[in-house]
């Protein structure tokens, strides 16, 4: 069996998680041999989008502009693996509605939870009032409600939940199953 093209679409507030499982994922299924590319929200806004900031507006063109290159890659029988806080449903059903085989994921973990890693020390500034538009403090992050994954990253190890990630893909068949020896 052929892998086909996909887009895991890890949607989540800074901090709970999505870039963390990616690395994770994309290690192990480069290691099988499954043909894979990486978005991250991160990344892109320092390149294909890097003129866009986080009004709502040009929060809906940030996904605009990845779920063209998405849609050429999922087309192509290529795996996306993409982390993108990606606050509002409308966009993430966008998203779906223009890609092939794409999955919502809800990397979930509590506020505080969050708030407490504060890994890019951006929390801290947001609660002063020192960033605008920052989801989950200043702006809204709209819950996936029926998320094909829900990963509860405060529950779960990071192998744990790359290891439910590639299961999923197993069982609808976008990746070839892994025959034990
Ligand atoms: P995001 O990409 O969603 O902004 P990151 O992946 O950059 O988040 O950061 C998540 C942080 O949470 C990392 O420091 C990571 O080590 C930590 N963490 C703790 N438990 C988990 C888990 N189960 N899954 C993913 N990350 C976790």
Redesign the pocket.
């Known amino acids: 069996m052929e892998q086909q093209g996909f887009v895991f679409w890890m949607t ?10 990616a690395l994770a994922m994309i290690e192990k299924l480069q290691a099988r041999g499954v043909k894979i590319e990486r978005l991250d929200g991160d990344v892109v806004r320092e390149s294909l989008t890097r003129d866009l900031g986080f009004t709502a507006e040009d929060r809906a063109k940030n996904i605009e502009r990845v779920t063209f290159v998405a849609k050429l890659l999922s087309r192509n029988g290529i795996g996306c693996v993409c ?1 993108f806080i990606s606050p509002y449903q409308s966009v993430r059903d966008g998203v779906r509605a223009n890609t092939t085989n794409f999955i919502e994921v809800f ?1 979930d973990a509590p506020l505080e939870v969050v708030i407490d ?1 504060d ?2 020390g951006l929390y801290v500034k947001a609660i002063a009032g020192e960033i605008p538009n920052f989801t989950g403090i200043s702006d809204p992050f709209e819950a996936p409600q029926n998320p094909d994954l829900h990963i509860r ?1 405060d529950l ?3 192998d ?2 790359a290891e439910r990630a590639i299961r999923y893909l197993e069982e609808r068949g976008l990746i070839p199953l892994v025959i034990p020896t």
């Open positions: 989540g507030l800074s901090g709970a998680g999505k870039t963390t499982i982390s990397v890693r890994v890019k990253t779960e190890t990071v744990e939940s």
